[in-house]
């Protein structure tokens, strides 16, 4: 047995890719040993292993997107020997990061405030921004060991307070949110091997209105109708969908530091990722009216759980971040849709 932690989600012994046509298995000539999906993947990094799946398959995306009931992380112990040594990642980090020491804790903390159904998904974004801003702030004053006081923090009527305040303070605008978010779409779709499917783009623009000469109003008339429509089509039929996706994506992808910048950069990244699915996700839903598909949403999120993991995508994002990535209450009214209504407290 290895010393080294292992975190697994318990959802991904029990998978097995059935499509000979995943578009993450390369080709071959050897017919006689199909080759092996890999997307079950290993990490290692900073004497971690983690194990999870890539939702580049859509196989992956079935498995991961419709499960019923919660999430299970576990930490055991990993036999020697089952890291397989062609399917391991090991990234490099271009200088040590003091948010590395704490990573268990971070990283078990961020998972349950982004399955706290005590808030709709939008506000635990919100909290986990702030959650993530005062740890970095707590490492950074050598308080690291300490994390833990900040969540214990937020139980506190002061707390829920001010952070019911701070919600009523974001301002949300359809139209601000659609430019900043299209933005990045085009400029994604315009890069060589780009992720997106062309139909991808083509719907979203068709159903926001965004296709032809922008006519203001009618991008403003049709925004609430496609939000109505990912309401009956998606999030109605498939309650946990878009709560899987955010577990899985930051378990898998973006933490921890995946991408170069710190936990806040790696956070927006995360955010307006998330963002763009649930665009693309929304065109979807209003173009073809009526119930999605598990294969239908598989085929979307399989491209769209890409977009951290191509050059040119992530590039387009962190284009568009980087002028307001300092400014976290303007990057607030862009991004989320926030209906505030304070929850009973739990007894």
């Given at each position: 047995?290895?010393?080294?932690?292992?975190?697994?989600?318990?959802?991904?012994?029990?998978?097995?890719?059935?499509?000979s046509?995943?578009?993450?298995?390369?080709?071959?000539?050897?017919?006689?040993?199909?080759?092996?999906?890999?997307?079950?993947?290993?990490?290692?990094?900073?004497?971690?292993?983690?194990?999870?799946?890539?939702?580049?398959?859509?196989?992956?995306?079935?498995?991961?997107?419709?499960q019923?009931?919660?999430?299970?992380?576990?930490?055991?112990?990993?036999?020697?020997?089952?890291?397989?040594?062609a399917?391991?990642?090991?990234?490099?980090?271009?200088?040590?990061?003091?948010?590395l020491?704490?990573?268990?804790?971070?990283?078990?903390?961020c998972?349950?405030?982004?399955s706290?159904?005590?808030?709709?998904?939008?506000?635990?974004?919100?909290?986990?921004?702030?959650?993530l801003?005062?740890?970095?702030?707590?490492?950074?004053?050598?308080?690291?060991?300490?994390?833990?006081?900040?969540?214990?923090?937020?139980?506190?009527?002061?707390?829920?307070?001010?952070?019911?305040?701070?919600?009523?303070?974001?301002?949300?605008?359809?139209?601000?949110h659609?430019?900043?978010?299209?933005?990045?779409?085009?400029d994604?779709?315009?890069?060589?091997?780009?992720?997106?499917?062309?139909?991808?783009?083509?719907?979203?623009a068709?159903?926001?209105?965004?296709?032809?000469?922008?006519d203001?109003?009618?991008i403003?008339?049709?925004?609430?109708v496609?939000?109505?429509?990912?309401e009956?089509?998606?999030?109605?039929?498939?309650?946990?969908?878009f709560?899987?996706?955010?577990?899985?994506?930051?378990?898998?992808?973006?933490?921890?530091?995946?991408?170069h910048?710190?936990?806040?950069?790696?956070?927006?990244?995360?955010?307006?990722?998330?963002?763009?699915?649930?665009?693309?996700?929304?065109?979807?839903?209003?173009?073809?009216?009526?119930?999605l598909?598990?294969?239908?949403?598989?085929?979307?999120?399989?491209r769209?759980?890409?977009?951290?993991?191509?050059?040119?995508?992530?590039?387009?994002?962190?284009?568009?971040?980087?002028?307001?990535?300092?400014d976290?209450?303007?990057?607030?009214?862009?991004?989320?849709?926030?209906?505030?209504?304070?929850?009973?407290?739990?007894?």
């Amino acid at each position: 047995m290895t010393e080294h932690l292992c975190v697994a989600p318990r959802y991904v012994p029990s998978f097995i890719c059935p499509e000979s046509t995943c578009p993450l298995v390369p080709t071959t000539t050897n017919h006689a040993l199909p080759p092996r999906c890999p997307a079950l993947r290993d990490l290692h990094i900073s004497g971690i292993f983690e194990r999870s799946l890539l939702l580049a398959c859509p196989a992956a995306c079935g498995h991961v997107l419709f499960q019923t009931g919660a999430f299970h992380f576990q930490t055991t112990k990993l036999p020697a020997g089952r890291l397989r040594a062609a399917n391991q990642q090991v990234p490099t980090l271009g200088e040590p990061l003091p948010e590395l020491s704490y990573i268990l804790d971070l990283q078990r903390t961020c998972m349950k405030i982004l399955s706290n159904r005590r808030y709709p998904l939008d506000v635990r974004l919100i909290l986990l921004g702030i959650y993530l801003e005062d740890a970095v702030d707590f490492i950074e004053q050598g308080q690291g060991y300490e994390l833990g006081k900040i969540i214990k923090s937020y139980d506190s009527p002061m707390f829920e307070a001010r952070f019911h305040e701070a919600l009523r303070n974001v301002k949300f605008e359809p139209l601000q949110h659609l430019n900043f978010l299209w933005g990045i779409v085009r400029d994604i779709a315009s890069a060589p091997h780009s992720p997106l499917a062309r139909e991808d783009v083509s719907r979203a623009a068709r159903a926001f209105h965004l296709d032809g000469t922008p006519d203001l109003q009618h991008i403003a008339r049709a925004f609430p109708v496609c939000r109505r429509s990912l309401e009956s089509y998606v999030t109605i039929p498939f309650p946990q969908l878009f709560e899987n996706f955010l577990l899985h994506q930051w378990f898998t992808e973006l933490y921890p530091c995946a991408v170069h910048g710190g936990l806040i950069h790696n956070y927006w990244v995360f955010v307006i990722t998330a963002k763009l699915y649930e665009l693309l996700l929304t065109g979807l839903a209003a173009i073809e009216r009526q119930i999605l598909t598990g294969h239908q949403i598989a085929a979307l999120t399989s491209r769209g759980a890409r977009l951290p993991q191509s050059p040119a995508a992530l590039q387009s994002i962190e284009k568009a971040l980087a002028p307001h990535e300092e400014d976290s209450l303007w990057m607030f009214n862009v991004l989320f849709h926030v209906q505030e209504k304070t929850p009973e407290r739990q007894s």
